[in-house]
């Protein structure tokens, strides 16, 4: 299992895919006019019941935000968005796959450089969704997801359902083994 | 009591401002050679800590992280461990206050282009601290503590000890009242 994530502060698009079908899509919306600490306090909220809904997933894989200079406040709150996306996958020992917007377009279309509605409508024939979201950001966590599973960024169609399978790859052992040794150990105190 | 904070994923300083005392500063540490969700991770258990033993503050104050191109990295980390703190603060219903560099350089020295050391120099004086602390980042978040206490950022010199007080101001109130009524019903589900 796969859960997908274009991240955002307004719009924060997720998608999860098992076995190649699609079982939960959507976007979690904030109020603009709220102050960002709610507003991130309220995205973590939504991505961690979506963590918890799905606990068993292989990877979580998250679309990397760009750094410009045209739009350096939205660009802060995507990466923080982000950040709370990865720190809740590490606190359950999910996976974290990042990939480049132009990452995605290449795995799901062929082409770095395809066009929005390019993305939208190979994704729908990858997983044969007869309806397109009608919000770009929770197509766009679909891409991600696939990305992940055709670049092997977790085991493909497998709900493992549990933290130890023997359906792991050696990626994510290591991944897991480093991280239990330092929940163990090597936290600094105070 | 206000909390300062220096954010930064490598190392993200802290100080806890008390009726004009410092009671407590550190720098808390992430290697860098760990995955960066670890890291974030680390960082959370840490500020979290900091938060959880100092409760009552009436002010979570942070350095606001700035955008350029120069630094995409540094830069993502930063916003995303500002971002970490942010929503902590949010879970306790500590009011935030954001300052940029130059507002607390003005604060602290009166000049908003001061350089490092002469912002050392004048929060040493401030708060009569005899051994400057010797790593920058703890002393930047000294800084920052000391902007909000004199910028009115928070109850000044106040250790309110509890969530109601009289000794709260107005926009702490709204700040709270706000983030009360949003946790009460507002939060979407998925």
Redesign the interface.
């Known amino acids: 299992m796969i859960i997908g994530i274009d991240p955002g502060l307004t719009r924060c698009g997720f998608a999860v895919l098992e076995a190649g079908e699609v079982v939960?899509i959507?976007v979690?919306?904030t109020r603009q006019d709220?102050?960002?600490?709610?507003r991130?306090?309220?995205q973590?909220?939504?991505l961690r019941?979506?963590l918890t809904?799905f606990n068993g997933a292989d990877c979580l894989a998250i679309e990397r935000?760009f750094?410009t200079?045209h739009n350096?406040d939205t660009?802060?709150g995507t990466?923080?968005?982000?950040?709370?996306a990865?720190?809740l996958?590490?606190?359950r020992e999910i996976p974290?796959q990042l990939y480049t917007p132009p990452q995605v377009k290449l795995a799901v279309t062929g082409s770095g450089a395809a066009k929005k509605d390019q993305v939208a409508v190979a994704v729908s024939k990858l997983v044969d969704l007869h309806d397109l979201p009608k919000v770009a950001d929770a197509t766009d966590a679909l891409a991600v997801a696939l990305t992940a599973s055709m670049r092997g960024g977790a085991t493909q169609g497998v709900n493992s359902g549990s933290k130890q399978t023997s359906t792991q790859t050696e990626a994510q052992k290591l991944?897991k083994d480093?991280?239990r040794a330092?929940n163990n150990g090597n936290?600094?105190?105070?």
């Open positions: 939960e959507g979690f919306s709220d102050l960002q600490e709610f991130l306090l309220e973590h909220n939504n019941r979506l809904k935000p750094l200079r350096p660009a802060f990466a923080q968005v982000a950040g709370i990865m720190l996958a590490a606190e974290v991944w480093a991280l330092q936290l600094r105190q105070i």
